[in-house]
Each structure stands twice: as structure tokens, then as C-alpha cells.
């Protein structure tokens, strides 16, 4: 193990324990036995030093068939997911080559993950930092890379290799546009695997004392499969290496069929490609299995209410294929697949209902009409809504809290008495704002209201929606929600789905 997976270095890390768990000749607590004592983790003199030798984990509240199943919890590196390994790798690679000089400036494409942990070891090195990443990725990555201090570039997430705004080639232009960079190209940077054989695969085969039976890992740039796979090839020629693909990579028709296609569209981020990277050996996978984005997401939802673990998006593919695997076996067999990142940064997309809903990947009842086009419908307490009696001062609040921009106004019989809007809000403010934000929603709200009733047809929201209004949908009996602009594009989006 080389010095830069710190914990290597020190024989109380996770990587001296075995699969049935930790060391027993020290660390040993007050009232435990020695035998199931924790390890003591050491004190570290850099946050660098802390990258790799995570802890191994095995599930056993998830169906895995006749299987044993266990994940390496790379989420546990200090950035939080595996890419900590190849970003300190490529770095310290191309310090070594002179290809990167003090003072110089890293660039480097990315869905996300491999940004972080480049900006992590950036940071603590004194490179600037510029990545350019597919507008698919979720704003807390882009967030998270901002507060870093690295330069986030958006491109577009819709084209392919090729095209002048794909995000690789945007990024190796603008590396040869400036002085003194670096383009880190981790789908061709051999640093990027070796990274796996020497650090990711090792440790999993001590680990699991040497007893693997199959990995299960996706492709993002290529390095784990490469990587984890040869090594553990070359200690075991039987151990099956499997692809977990998302559905509309061209990868997986590969390895199966030997089939190429024309790459699709996925929601999953970090994994899955339009083309195999050159790092990438197809030779020692398997087998591959196509997961569909929902499967991914439930999977990944799966995983934090059965086993705690909150994980990101490509471990949904990651584990919906492993659990495939496992459940198709006829003997037991040991199976090790990886925790990539935590889900921290998902927070806002699969763990949010509301964004499963709006993509049609939580099925709720239907009712075919137009109640089937409320985006947060009212009976279920899904909108927000606010009494005629409620301060302005607390609608802007609650816009903000909720990323709304207009609310129905309701009274104490929960029929809607108006629509409280940005506009009205706006108004209120320009007038007098410190007086009216104390004042009464009933005073600026629009109480003109363009009110249908489920049966009727959809097309009977366009004219409300050039006049600039949003629709209330409600009969004698109930109010159901409110339909905007954008619902009913969700609405037709879903269709094509």
C-alpha cells in the first residue's frame, strides 16, 4: 500500500480487520471483549492522509438471494466518494511528469464526484481549479464545488463526444487556451487505474480474506472496472467482474450482445458512457446488467431505509444490478459492489418525492382528469397554502422556504379566497415595504379567480395561461391544487416518458 492511503500505514485502520470484524489485539473499550473491541483510528496531520482503506460492510436487510452480499464504503473517503483515490493519484502523477507545475491550473471534465476530490487535494496542494461539468448534475455538487473554490463551467448534457459543447471537449479546449494547465483527463490518465490496483483492490481482497466471489461496479471514466478488476483477476481468474449500467449507455449491449448502439439519455449521474474510455478493458467484464434510472433511484432509496446508508445516485445502478446478480445465483457466493459517494448530494432530486413525482418515478392515483395535473395536490397536504389573515412578511418567508412563487389563499372553510403571487408580494414591497410586510395577505392578494373543475379538459387551461394566471381546480366539494404553466408541461413530458 502506498503512503498516500494514510490509513494504510497504520496498522489500527479498518484495513487489519477481516470481514468478521475488528482486530482483536487492541482498542479494546471498558466492559468489551477483546475480540470485538473497535480498532482505534489514528490521528492524521493532513486531510490526504485519510483517503482510502474505508471500511467494508456487509447487507443484510436487502434481498440478495442465496448470496452474501457486501459494499466498500467509499462514501467514508474526506470528499465523500472513490474519486479521493484517482484525483490524488493523477495529481501526484503529474507532479511527478512535470506536466503540472506550482502555481499551475488543473482542469478537468466531470460529473461531479471527480471534481470534489480534485478541488479537495487542490486546495491543499495550491492549484487553481476549473471544471466543466454536463447540466444534468445536481445543484448540490455544483455547490459543493463552488464552496471549494473551484471555477464550475456548465455545458450541455444533451450532445456527444464530438460536439464542440460535449464536456470533455470543452474541457481540453479551454486547457489549451490557458497557460500553465493541466487537463487531468481522467478517461485517458492510466494514473486513474492505477490508482485501483494498488490501493481499491487490495484492500478489498484483504478484507474479505481472499475470498471473492464477484465485483460489481459501473463505469464512470473506466478506472475501477480497469483497476479492481485485474487485480482481482490476477489474484483469483474466477472471480466475475460485472457492469452495472444504466440504461441507454452504450456499455452494457457491449459486454452482453457485442452490440453498439446509439447512446440515450439517463438521470443517474457519474456513471455510464457514449463511448468506452481508452482505459477502460471490456476484456475482463463478465457480464453487464442495464438497471433503468427508477430501479436506480428506488434501489438507492432502498438501501438508506433498510441499511441506513445514504448513497448517491450511480450506487442505485450499482446495487440494482449486484442484487440481480445475487438473486439469479443456484449456490452461494460472495459479492463485494461499492458505496461510490454519499447522497448527500441528491438530497434535492431522488430522495425528494416531489422530484420523483415530477419525473414519473413514483406512481400516485390516477384519476383521469385534471386532477392527474396537480403537481402538490391539497387533500394530501402536499402545497402550501396561507390563511387571508397571514402577514406578507411571512409569505416571503415561506416562498423562499419553499421555492414557490404564488400560493392559494385559504379560509377556515379551506375554500380558496385568493391567490397570493411574486407580483403581489412585489407591489406591496414597492409601495411601503416596511409597513406592508406587517400587513394582511387579504390586501394584495388576487382574488380574481380562474377556477375549473376536474372534468373539464385540458385544454381548457390555455386561455388561463395567456392571460398569465394559474388555475384552481376545484368543485362544490373540495379544492384539489392549483395547475401552473409548468405542471401541465410536466404533465405532456410524463407522457413521452
Known sequence: MPASTGRGRDATGPQSAGVGGARSDGGAQSG????????IAPVYGNV???IGNTPMLELKRMDA???RLFVKLENQNPGNSIKDRIALTMIAAAEKSGRLKPGGT???A???NTGLALALVAGQKGYRLIVVVPDKMSDEKISHLRAMGAEVVLTRSDVQKGHPEYYQDVAERISRERTNCFYVNQFGNEANPEAHFTTTGPEIWQQMEGKVDAFVAGVGSGGTVAGVGRFLKERNPRCEIVLADPVGSILAPLVNDGRTIEPGSWLVEGIGEDFVPSILDLEIVDTAYAIPDSEAFHTARELLRREGILAGSSVGTLLGAALRYCREQKSPKRVVSLICDSGAKYLSKMFNDFWMIDNGFIDRPKHGDLRDLIARRHLEGEDFTVNPETPVLQVI??????????????DEHDKVVGIIDESDVLLALTHDAKSNTRRHVREFMTSRLETVRPDLSVDSLLPIFRADRVAIVADDKHFYGIITRIDLINYWRRQLL
Open 397 to 410: 418567508k415561506r416562498m423562499h422556504l419553499y421555492g414557490v412563487s404564488q400560493m392559494a389563499v385559504v
Open 110 to 112: 466531470t460529473a461531479g
Open 65 to 67: 438471494g442465496p448470496c
Open 32 to 39: 468489551a471483549t477483546a475480540a470485538h473491541a473497535p480498532p
Open 48 to 50: 490526504l492522509e485519510m
Open 106 to 108: 488543473i482542469v478537468e
